[in-house]
């Protein structure tokens, strides 16, 4: 399970929450850049973070690549 991105009420994140359930272990990686409303897709060896809105208010065009066998975002 993941949850990445979002804010504080008015500060995006730049942390994702990995949930291991084979393990129950949440663990923390890091986005490139803080942003919200990131759109999420998976695919069987990565899941990529895309977009959203940065701390400017402006959207984004970076995407985040998390490595599922690495536990590190490219």
Known sequence: MFFGGGND??????????????ADVWS???LSTARS???????TNSVL???????????SAVVDA???TERAVN
């Open 49 to 59: 973070f895309a977009g959203g809105v940065n701390s400017n208010g402006d959207l």
């Open 9 to 22: 009420g008015t500060t995006p994140a730049a942390t994702i929450d990995v949930y291991n359930s084979l």
């Open 37 to 43: 409303q990131l759109s999420i897709a998976a695919t």
């Open 28 to 30: 923390l990686v890091h």
């Open 66 to 68: 998390l490595k599922l």
